[in-house]
Nanobody
């Protein structure tokens, strides 16, 4: 069983930066793809970024391309999300999760509790 814990959220002004961390425990995540997703108030949860097991392949939602960078350190059993040039519309609770590819598409499992990111204008 994998437990994921997010941290690093906070309040930042527009244009600022934050670095989110996703720390895993229970077992190694070095063989898993990991994704960051977010949920703003009154909205559905949406995909933000994902990284494959080795860190060699990354994917981003269009609105964060060029501003967010996902990375991982398998030795530390952790995944990170560096966020720059933050906008008020990035305000949300950010979650990390294990990403699994199935015949029905990508699914997400072992969710963390989330970390709040608030961007003021």
């Amino acid at each position: 069983q994998v437990q994921l814990v997010e941290s690093g959220g906070g309040l930042v002004q527009a244009g600022g930066s934050l670095r989110l961390s996703c720390a895993a425990s229970g077992r190694t995540i070095s063989s898993y793809a990991i994704a960051w997703l977010r949920q703003a108030p009154g909205q559905e949860r949406e995909f933000v970024a994902a990284i494959n097991w080795s860190g060699g392949t990354t994917r981003y939602e269009d609105s964060v391309k060029g501003r967010f960078t996902i990375s991982r350190d398998n030795a530390k059993n952790a995944v990170y999300l560096q966020m720059k040039s933050l906008k008020p519309e990035d305000t949300a609770v950010y979650y990390c999760a294990v990403e699994v590819s199935t015949t029905r598409g990508r699914q997400y499992d072992y969710w963390g509790q989330g970390t709040q990111v608030t961007v003021s204008s």
